[in-house]
């Protein structure tokens, strides 16, 4: 069973400050990486993916991926009250079908005003 | 949720009943998908399709059958409801190249 392992939190930071998200995950050959969103009583948003390793920025987030370590992060800078939420890692499967997702679980991120 | 649209939002069923979820969606994209979300469990894959024609069963497929009735339209059949299928479900489409989902509201499912 591919597995995706995400910190179920609450994850507190004040406001302005980093929050840090992280994600590991257990089939080395996925070869793409999604960080959602998802409001309370609400659908999943995309926030960004990443195929690379290295860094991927966009506005305030910015993702991280390490293959070698099978890992991947999301940095949110200046965080604000509207980004609490809960944070879900997705990965593809691989050996298969590319329309499989396994979804983390999730990481509540609480910002404090 | 512009682009995807569920019916019904909530829905409350007696064991052993059945019903019919249904998704749509205002683009032409090829791939739908099928999730459930429970507490503790994140969403878990029920059932996909890659293209019109076609689906395939994903994570947790038991309990349940879909249709791709056309390029917009996949539903999500429950034929003999269970107390374990009460959760949240949604479906997607999906873009950019199949697993950049935009996903529909919800819809509440209880079964007493």
């Known amino acids: 069973q591919k597995e995706v392992e995400q910190n179920s939190g609450p994850l507190s930071v004040p406001e302005g400050a980093i929050a840090s998200l992280n994600c590991t995950y257990s089939d080395r050959g996925s070869q793409s990486f999604f960080w959602y969103r998802q409001y309370s009583g609400k659908s999943p948003e995309l926030i960004m993916f990443?195929?690379?390793?290295g860094d991927k920025e966009d506005g305030r987030f910015t993702a991280q991926l390490n293959k070698a370590s099978q890992y991947v992060s999301l940095l949110i800078r200046d965080s604000q009250p509207s980004d609490s939420a809960t944070y879900l890692c997705a990965v593809t499967n691989s050996g298969g079908s590319n329309y499989k997702l396994t979804f983390g679980k999730g990481t509540l991120l609480t910002v404090n005003p | 949720n512009a682009g995807v649209t569920q019916t019904p939002k909530f829905q409350v069923l007696k064991t052993g009943q059945s019903m019919t979820l249904q998704c749509a969606q205002d683009m032409n994209h090829n791939s739908m998908y099928w999730y459930r979300q429970d507490p503790g469990m994140g969403l878990r894959l029920i059932y996909y399709s890659a293209s019109e024609g076609t689906t395939d069963k994903g994570e947790v497929p038991n309990g349940y059958n879909v249709s791709r009735l056309n390029k917009r339209e996949f539903s999500l059949r429950l034929e003999s409801a269970a107390p374990s299928q009460t959760s949240v479900y949604f479906c997607a489409r999906g873009d950019s190249g199949a697993n950049v989902l935009t996903f529909g509201a919800g819809s509440r499912l209880t079964v007493l």
């Open positions: 990443i195929y690379s390793n």
